[in-house]
């Protein structure tokens, strides 16, 4: 009895507790759908919110869906990624965008780049291309390059980086960096 007298006591507590934490937290977010007459769609979801720190996150994506009258797909997707924590000068952002393309041989071409702003203002840049292609044998030959681009502190001190991968049927034959 001791121990269950215990146990509501400790949870009373922490329940009047709770509500004086949440006081410095909210969060806030939106959705938006719309379907197209091609079986594709339109897409808004955003999305706000302050930790305890102070701290204000929010994100913004939209999603564009297109359906050509043979089935293709086309799709792009764009993302942006904001964290602000209290002060000056420690702002971070993050911008993503990605392109999807479906071929007509039943491979596709995506694209996705990435760009960083980070708060010591080094600047990250990386942007990926993708290219799969099938033949009629339904051979798989996959491309992938990747370039990365460091600027630390918007200096003109730019470091790029490539690398490049081709895939056959699963099996890497080429590698280039």
Do not use: Q
Not at 131 to 138: T, W
């Amino acid at each position: 009895m001791k121990n269950l007298f215990t146990l509501l006591a400790t949870t009373a507590i922490v329940g009047l507790m709770a509500p004086a934490y949440a006081a410095d937290v909210s969060a806030d977010s939106k959705v938006t759908f719309e379907a197209k007459d091609n079986g594709g769609y339109e897409s808004e979801a955003s999305s706000k919110a302050v930790t305890a720190g102070g701290t204000i996150k929010t994100t913004e994506k939209s999603v564009d869906v297109d359906i050509d009258a043979d089935g293709k797909v086309n799709k792009t997707v764009e993302t942006k990624a904001v964290t602000d924590p209290e002060g000056l000068m420690n702002r971070s952002e993050t911008t993503t965008a990605t392109e999807l393309d479906e071929k007509s041989d039943g491979g596709l071409d995506k694209k996705v780049t990435t760009e960083e702003e980070k708060a010591d203002g080094t600047n990250v840049t990386t942007e990926t291309k993708t290219d799969v292609d099938v033949d009629s044998k339904g051979n798989v030959e996959k491309t992938v390059k990747t370039e990365k681009t460091v600027d630390p502190e918007g200096m003109l001190n730019k470091m790029r980086e490539t690398t490049e991968v081709k895939v056959k049927n699963g099996v890497v034959v080429e590698e280039h960096k």
